[in-house]
T-cell receptor, first 114, second 110 residues
Framework: DAEITQSPRHKITETGRQVTLACHQTWNHNNMFWYRQDLGHGLRLIHYSYGVQDTNKGEVSDGYSVSRSNTEDLPLTLESAASSQTSVYFC?????????????FGPGTRLTVT | DAKTTQPPSMDCAEGRAANLPCNHSTISGNEYVYWYRQIHSQGPQYIIHGLKNNETNEMASLIITEDRKSSTLILPHATLRDTAVYYCIVRVARGRALTFGSGTRLQVQP
C-alpha cells in the first residue's frame, strides 16, 4: 500500500547543530508540505513543494530549508537548531491532478532542541 | 483563504450523532470547505470536503448552508475512537497548503 513515512520519529539535538528530517511518500504525489505543531496549537506551514526542483516558503520558514530532487522525498533541514524549534513536525502530500482535495499526513517527528 | 470559527470544545455521548459547527462568513465562491481531524499526537486525517452541495462518505456527512456561510460536520454514530480535534478549513482547490485554526476538541463520552 502507498504511504508517507517520516524519520526519525523522535530526535533530541543540541542548539546550533544541523538537523535533517526525512519525509518519503510512495503515492507519486506532486505536492509535498512540511508543517510544525507546537503544544496546544494547530499546524503551521513551514515549506512546500509543487514538484521536483520547486520549493516555496510558508508561514514560518525562517531557520528551515527544503530541497526536492525527486518526487518521493522532501527533506527538511534545520540549519542551526534553536530551542524555539522544539516541536512536532508533520509532512504531508497531495495530488494536484485530482484536485488536491485530500492531503495525506505522515506520523510526525518529535524534535527536542536542548 | 477565508477565516473559520469553531467552538473550542464539545461533548457527545457514544452512539449518538456528533454535530460540529463551523462559521465561514467570508467564504468566496471558489473556496471549498474541508474537514480534518487529529487524534491525539497523530498526523491529521482528511474526513470530507464540499463546495455547495451536502456530501456524505463512509466517515461523515457535511451540511453546507445555502448561503455557504456556515457548515456542520455530522458523525452519525460517534464512538470513543472519534475523540479528536476537528478542524474546519476553507480554501481554494489545487495545490494550496492547509491553514489550520484551533479546531474543536470533541470528547466522546461512554
Amino acid at each position: 500500500d502507498a504511504e508517507i513515512t517520516q524519520s526519525p520519529r523522535h530526535k533530541i539535538t543540541e542548539t546550533g547543530r544541523q538537523v535533517t528530517l526525512a519525509c518519503h511518500q510512495t503515492w507519486n504525489h506532486n505536492n509535498m508540505f512540511w508543517y510544525r505543531q507546537d503544544l496546544g496549537h494547530g499546524l503551521r506551514l513551514i515549506h512546500y513543494s509543487y514538484g521536483v526542483q520547486d520549493t516555496n516558503k510558508g508561514e514560518v520558514s525562517d531557520g528551515y530549508s527544503v530541497s526536492r530532487s525527486n518526487t518521493e522525498d522532501l527533506p527538511l533541514t534545520l540549519e542551526s537548531a534553536a530551542s524555539s524549534q522544539t516541536s512536532v513536525y508533520f509532512c504531508a502530500s497531495s495530488e494536484f491532478r485530482t484536485g488536491d482535495h485530500e492531503q495525506y499526513f505522515g506520523p510526525g517527528t518529535r524534535l527536542t532542541v536542548t | 483563504d477565508a477565516k473559520t470559527t469553531q467552538p473550542p470544545s464539545m461533548d457527545c455521548a457514544e452512539g449518538r450523532a456528533a454535530n460540529l459547527p463551523c462559521n465561514h462568513s467570508t467564504i468566496s465562491g471558489n473556496e471549498y470547505v474541508y474537514w480534518y481531524r487529529q487524534i491525539h499526537s497523530q498526523g491529521p486525517q482528511y474526513i470530507i470536503h464540499g463546495l455547495k452541495n451536502n456530501e456524505t462518505n463512509e466517515m461523515a456527512s457535511l451540511i453546507i448552508t445555502e448561503d455557504r456561510k456556515s457548515s456542520t460536520l455530522i458523525l452519525p454514530h460517534a464512538t470513543l475512537r472519534d475523540t479528536a480535534v476537528y478542524y474546519c478549513i476553507v480554501r481554494v482547490a489545487r495545490g494550496r497548503a492547509l491553514t489550520f485554526g484551533s479546531g474543536t476538541r470533541l470528547q466522546v463520552q461512554p
